[in-house]
């Protein structure tokens, strides 16, 4: 596969969890990288040759700065992650969806030549009767407003691509897990589960611990999304998973747990009612994505939650 030359990617909302990891890979890939976010990093995390600037993408001078010079974008922000029975979609619209067609009007006014929408694989196809891993041209019926929220952005992009000529790709990111994830922020259950222990308080469950999900380290899902720029097929959406189902008592009782024990650390938990808006399978096919960029997640599971759980022993969790 032919190398395309090095790009100039901006990332809106590079200074999350997600976007460090895809910073750092950018950088990794030659790319020449600008972050666009409402918090600039901490001098620990700053990395060497990225630009980082500090503003609100919903402001329109801004924006526009933000893409002078840059050939390809990457849309990570998304303003308050709603995975709850609330259903505002008034509110969602004017927070979320208005403003990502804000940028991809601009996008096209600037002929940027890739855009890169991360969406979200684990809540767009909403449930599944067929247990087996998902491919993108399955149907998607989400059954939460992030979800539906993610959907909607992703059919305008695909609209303009085909009216406007957007650039337009969609990543599809399964359960991301890894170095970075903050616990306690109503996402993330690998770094709560692991935070909780640490700090010696329950952890609480949402029904039995049947769901099953396909759990993605952070740099696997960021050296995903590279190759997705480079390689990518515009119009097209790219599952980004490893394939692989876990079910949450299996990860709690055969990785979580031991790795805990082994370094002298215990963890309680608390069973509560199921949430309406979890689905109880979730699991991305990755055919497409190594057929058209030759990408394969390489992380194990249990290396990654080690990593991670090493990771928030030195974050401070107060």
């Not at 989400?142 to 957007?166: D, V």
């Not at 769901?211 to 990518?232: N, P, S, T, W």
Request: charged share 20%.
């Amino acid at each position: 596969m032919n190398t395309p030359k090095a790009s100039r990617v901006l990332i809106l909302g590079g200074m999350g969890f997600i976007g460090q990891h895809l910073t750092l890979a950018c950088r990794s890939a030659g790319m020449i990288v600008r972050v666009a976010d409402m918090f600039l990093p901490a001098p620990e995390v700053k990395q060497d040759g990225v630009e980082y600037v500090n503003g609100d993408y919903k402001d329109s001078e801004f924006l526009q700065s933000m893409l002078e010079e840059v050939d390809s974008v990457v849309h990570l922000v998304h303003d308050t992650m709603i995975l709850n029975q609330e259903c505002n979609m008034d509110v969602e619209f004017e927070r979320n969806v208005r403003p990502a067609m804000h940028l991809m009007d601009m996008c096209c006014a600037k002929k940027i030549k890739k855009f890169l929408f991360v969406s979200s694989g684990g809540t767009v196809y909403g449930n599944r009767l067929n247990h087996q891993p998902i491919v993108e041209s399955s149907t998607t019926k989400p059954i939460s407003l992030y979800g539906t929220s993610k959907l909607i952005i992703e059919n305008i992009g695909f609209l303009y691509n085909i009216q406007k000529n957007l650039p337009f790709i969609v990543a599809r990111p399964g359960n991301a897990y890894g170095p970075g994830q903050k616990p306690f922020r109503g996402q993330g259950f690998v770094a709560t589960a692991f935070a909780s222990a640490l700090k010696g308080e329950v952890l609480n469950i949402f029904g039995d611990g049947s769901v099953v999900r396909d759990y993605i380290h952070a740099r696997d899902l960021a050296d995903a999304l590279v190759a997705i720029l480079r390689f990518g097929k515009l119009g097209e959406a790219y599952n980004v998973g490893t394939s692989n189902g876990v079910a949450l008592h299996t990860l709690l009782n055969e990785y979580i747990t031991p790795i805990l024990e082994d370094d002298g650390y215990s963890l309680q938990c608390q069973y509560t009612p199921p949430r309406g808006v979890d689905v109880p399978y979730n699991v991305l096919s990755n055919d497409k994505l190594r057929r058209d960029t030759s990408f394969s997640p390489s992380i194990e599971l249990r290396d990654g939650l080690r990593e991670t759980l090493i990771w928030l022993k030195n974050f401070n969790l107060m």
